[in-house]
Protein backbone atom coordinates (compact mmCIF):
# COMPACT_ATOMS: atom_id res chain seq x y z
CA UNK A 1 0.00 0.00 0.00
CA UNK A 2 1.29 3.28 -0.62
CA UNK A 3 2.48 5.81 1.89
CA UNK A 4 -0.16 8.82 0.63
CA UNK A 5 -2.89 6.16 1.17
CA UNK A 6 -2.27 5.49 4.58
CA UNK A 7 -1.49 8.83 5.71
CA UNK A 8 -4.88 9.58 4.42
CA UNK A 9 -6.53 6.86 5.97
CA UNK A 10 -5.17 7.84 9.30
CA UNK A 11 -5.66 11.33 9.03
CA UNK A 12 -9.12 10.56 8.15
CA UNK A 13 -9.08 8.35 11.16
CA UNK A 14 -8.03 10.85 13.91
CA UNK A 15 -10.20 13.75 12.33
CA UNK A 16 -13.22 11.28 12.68
CA UNK A 17 -12.55 10.89 16.36
CA UNK A 18 -11.91 14.19 16.99
CA UNK A 19 -15.53 15.06 15.88
CA UNK A 20 -16.42 12.83 17.71
CA UNK A 21 -15.16 14.14 20.88
CA UNK A 22 -15.78 17.80 20.05
CA UNK A 23 -19.74 16.40 19.42
CA UNK A 24 -19.63 14.77 22.58
CA UNK A 25 -18.38 17.80 24.50
CA UNK A 26 -20.80 20.22 22.65
CA UNK A 27 -23.71 17.94 23.13
CA UNK A 28 -23.42 17.81 26.86
CA UNK A 29 -22.48 21.37 27.48
CA UNK A 30 -23.16 24.01 24.32
CA UNK A 31 -19.74 25.70 24.72
CA UNK A 32 -16.33 23.45 26.24
CA UNK A 33 -15.71 23.65 29.50
CA UNK A 34 -11.93 22.70 31.23
CA UNK A 35 -10.77 20.76 32.44
CA UNK A 36 -12.58 17.98 31.04
CA UNK A 37 -13.02 15.59 34.32
CA UNK A 38 -15.22 13.62 35.82
CA UNK A 39 -16.29 16.40 38.06
CA UNK A 40 -16.79 19.01 35.05
CA UNK A 41 -18.96 15.89 32.59
CA UNK A 42 -20.28 13.45 35.37
CA UNK A 43 -19.27 10.22 34.73
CA UNK A 44 -20.96 8.60 31.46
CA UNK A 45 -19.66 11.21 29.63
CA UNK A 46 -16.01 11.34 31.10
CA UNK A 47 -16.49 7.24 30.33
CA UNK A 48 -17.43 8.25 26.43
CA UNK A 49 -14.49 10.58 26.31
CA UNK A 50 -12.24 8.35 27.62
CA UNK A 51 -13.24 5.54 24.93
CA UNK A 52 -12.59 7.85 22.20
CA UNK A 53 -9.17 8.59 23.67
CA UNK A 54 -8.36 5.41 23.79
CA UNK A 55 -9.52 5.23 20.33
CA UNK A 56 -7.24 7.76 19.21
CA UNK A 57 -3.71 5.64 20.35
CA UNK A 58 -4.09 3.43 17.29
CA UNK A 59 -4.39 6.13 15.12
CA UNK A 60 -1.50 7.83 16.50
CA UNK A 61 0.76 4.71 15.99
CA UNK A 62 -0.51 4.78 12.69
CA UNK A 63 1.19 8.39 11.93
CA UNK A 64 3.95 6.92 13.75
CA UNK A 65 4.37 4.23 11.19
CA UNK A 66 3.56 6.10 8.17
CA UNK A 67 6.40 8.83 9.75
CA UNK A 68 8.48 6.37 9.78
CA UNK A 69 8.07 4.53 6.46
CA UNK A 70 8.48 7.88 4.78
CA UNK A 71 11.07 8.57 6.28
CA UNK A 72 12.99 5.63 5.05
CA UNK A 73 11.44 6.35 1.51
CA UNK A 74 13.31 9.32 1.40
CA UNK A 75 16.63 8.00 2.60
CA UNK A 76 16.15 5.58 -0.14
CA UNK A 77 15.11 8.11 -2.91
CA UNK A 78 18.61 10.61 -1.54
CA UNK A 79 20.62 7.25 -2.19
CA UNK A 80 20.01 6.06 -5.50
CA UNK A 81 20.33 9.87 -6.46
CA UNK A 82 23.90 10.06 -5.64
Known sequence: ??????LLAVRGYIVVLLYLQ?????????????PWGVI??????????GIIFVLEVPGL??????NARRRLEEHSL?????
Not at 1 to 6: P, V
Request: proline fraction near 5%; charge should be neutral; avoid cysteine.
Open 40 to 49: TVGPSEFVDQ
Open 22 to 34: VTLLLAGFGTPIL
Open 61 to 66: LGMYLV
Open 78 to 82: VEKAT
Open 1 to 6: MRTRTL
